[in-house]
């Protein structure tokens, strides 16, 4: 693996997780959205990774590739979680409430945006540190030739 590569995956990693913070940020934000644009209940959204491939032309691309770190991360698309129910509250005054006055929250849930936020940020600062490290092991390797 070349120091260029190490760089390259920690930087996935980086773009990755900011990513990931951003989609919890705006989780919280729109925690108490009762309505969106189009009138519905605001739905939670979750980050989905998958690893970076590249598509070998031939085999001799494969074979050399055995065993190497990877390529990185990327995401592969931000899903909506349809598996957690809606919060509802009973508030007949609120302009969004039904028939029987409870009004549909998102299923926004805090305590697991923020315990996301932490993993994803301890997750962005392993992504620096390591590139920081392969950064620090090309900087040494260049001074060994003075």
């Keep these: 693996m070349s120091m260029m590569n190490g760089l390259n995956i ?3 990693g980086m773009t990755a997780q900011r990513l990931r913070l951003d989609i919890i940020s ?3 934000a729109n925690v108490n959205t009762t309505r969106d644009e189009d009138g519905n209940v605001y739905t939670r959204k979750t980050v989905v990774f998958a690893e970076k491939n590249t598509d070998p032309s031939s085999f001799s691309e ?3 590739n055995i065993g190497s770190a990877g390529n990185g991360v990327k995401v592969t698309k931000i899903a909506d979680d349809t598996e ?11 302009p969004d409430a039904d028939e029987d006055g409870y009004v549909t929250y998102p299923n926004v849930n ?9 993993d994803a940020s301890r997750s962005y ?5 390591a590139f920081n490290a392969t950064k620090n092991m ?3 390797a260049l001074e060994i030739g003075k």
């Design 84 to 94: 957690s129910q809606m919060r509802k509250v009973y508030d007949p005054s609120h």
């Design 125 to 129: 600062e392993a992504n620096v540190t």
């Design 62 to 64: 494969v074979f050399n």
């Design 110 to 118: 805090i305590v697991q945006e923020m315990t996301d936020m932490i």
């Design 138 to 140: 090309a900087l040494k």
């Design 10 to 12: 920690s930087a996935s």
């Design 26 to 28: 705006q989780n919280i």
